[in-house]
């Protein structure tokens, strides 16, 4: 019941902006995303819920498509500070949540 | 309000050896889990608790046992360490249920190295 997420990894130059998509073969009702920078905890970054709008957070923005059970994560004109893994996660059967495969990015100068 | 707290940091166990990794929470959470991460790899859940008194197997939870007798705490228990458990362990809580509309907030993780 892992979510797939893609890319695996991407590089960008800073100002770039990037698209991480995270696809479950079950039905999604929420996704989560989360941030981890090397040697720390994963870091909240926002939900998405079933029959909710699309979310932002500055240029950090993701959409959820029930129907297609995606959610895409959209970072634009990136900065060094976003460099860092990101995961998705969503609630599977019996209350057990499940991050994405992670996507691993890279912000350089 | 010191969130979610993990000991110990750090650890090197010899194979077959038992240990116990703490985690505690000062936010009066009922969801609480204990991931697993390796090297280059996601998360994986290991066990987690819907509330004191209540426990369940994740996805990985072979040689590992959990408890919950209060509401604060959910120690995660190696009972015989073997290399293949060598890996970074995070504890997590939420309230109620990730799929609420709030998070889940993590503790800083322990590295643990079994030799």
């Known amino acids: 019941q892992q979510p797939v997420q893609s890319p695996q990894a991407v590089i960008l130059r800073e100002g770039e902006d990037a698209v991480i998509n995270c696809s479950s073969s079950?039905?999604?009702?929420?996704v989560h995303w989360y941030r981890q920078k090397h040697g720390e905890a994963p870091v909240f970054l926002m939900i998405?819920?079933?029959?909710?709008e699309q979310k932002g957070h500055e240029k950090i923005s993701a959409s959820f498509n029930e129907k297609k059970q995606q959610s895409s994560l959209y970072l634009t004109a990136s900065q060094l500070s976003y460099s860092g893994t990101y995961f998705c996660g969503t609630l599977g059967a019996g209350n057990q949540f499940y991050f994405g495969t992670g996507t691993s990015l890279t912000v350089i100068p | 309000n010191a969130g979610v707290t993990q000991t110990p940091k750090f650890q090197v166990l010899k194979t077959g050896q038992s240990m116990t990794l703490q985690c505690a929470q000062d936010m009066n959470h009922e969801y609480m889990s204990w991931y697993r991460q390796d090297p280059g790899m996601g998360l994986r859940l290991i066990h987690y608790?819907?509330?004191?008194?209540?426990?369940d197997q994740g996805e990985v939870p072979n040689g590992y046992n959990v408890s919950r007798s209060t509401t604060e705490d959910f120690p995660l228990r190696l009972l015989s360490a073997a290399p293949s458990q060598t890996s970074v362990y995070f504890c997590a809580s939420s309230p109620p249920l990730p799929a609420s509309t709030d998070t889940q907030y993590f503790g800083p993780g322990t590295r643990l190295t079994v030799l």
């Open positions: 998405l819920l079933k029959g909710g």
């Open positions: 608790s819907v509330g004191a008194g209540i426990t």
């Open positions: 079950k039905a999604l009702y929420s």
